[in-house]
């Protein structure tokens, strides 16, 4: 069955510290893949999106993804985090279907 | 642009009351999503729809209808409300599909 996993329910670094967010996939083709951003009491914003070719990703807000297809990963990073990244952070695949599939999120916590 | 516009924001209903979220999308977008996000969870797909006039089910459809009279409307309807409906519901669209989902600010709906 098609899966996505973000091993780490929490984080925690410090501002100006790097980031990065693992995000893994189960699925027997490449599928799109996203990273959404959830700030409390609001919904989720796109960070990236993955569709195909270049295997590096930038993003809003200083983020970027790399995709890694012999480890079925999709990881988030960024070089320095700052305060108002504190959020949940969630990875979705789309197998080419309507039917996106999100991972469990992974919230972060940012200490100044 | 308002984008994907939902109501109410906060809702309590007793067990076996009924009701209806709204959500309504002024980009044109033909596809249209409800999710619901309960905590460690992630999101879950509830029903979606491609169009006017043509819905499907998701993942966990059970106790819950919608509708797409129109492009911009895709109200979700709460039939016989029970406490595993307790849940914070997401509205999304897009324009493409797999494509960016825009996300509303949701709805959180508690059942007692």
């Known amino acids: 069955a098609q899966s996505v996993t973000q091993p780490d329910i929490h984080i925690t670094v410090s501002e100006g510290a790097s980031l990065e967010l693992r995000c893994n996939y189960s699925?027997?083709?490449?599928?799109?893949l996203f990273w959404y951003v959830q700030s409390p009491g609001q919904g989720l914003q796109l960070l990236l999106k993955?569709?195909?070719?270049?295997?590096l990703v930038q993003g809003i807000k200083g983020f970027e993804a790399e995709f890694k297809r012999s480890q079925s990963s999709f990881n988030l990073r960024k070089p320095s985090v700052h305060w108002s990244d504190a959020a949940e952070y969630f990875c979705?695949?789309?197998?080419?279907?309507?039917?996106?599939?999100f991972g469990t999120g992974t919230r972060l916590k940012v200490l100044a | 642009n308002a984008g994907v516009t939902q109501t109410p924001k906060f809702r309590i209903l007793k067990i076996g009351q009924s009701m209806t979220l709204q959500c309504a999308q002024d980009?044109?977008?033909?596809?249209m999503y409800w999710y619901r996000q309960d905590p460690g969870m992630g999101l879950k797909l509830i029903y979606y729809?491609?169009?006017?006039?043509?819905?499907d089910k998701g993942e966990v459809p059970n106790g819950y209808n919608v509708s797409r009279s129109t492009t911009e409307d895709f109200p979700l309807r709460l039939e016989l409300a029970a406490p595993s409906q307790t849940s914070v519901y997401f509205c999304a669209s897009s324009y493409d599909s797999p494509g960016e989902l825009f996300f509303g600010e949701g709805s959180r709906l508690t059942v007692l």
């Open positions: 993955y569709f195909s070719g270049d295997t």
């Open positions: 979705a695949v789309a197998p080419r279907t309507y039917k996106y599939i």
């Open positions: 699925y027997g083709a490449t599928p799109y």
């Open positions: 729809s491609v169009g006017a006039g043509i819905t």
């Open positions: 980009m044109n977008h033909n596809y």
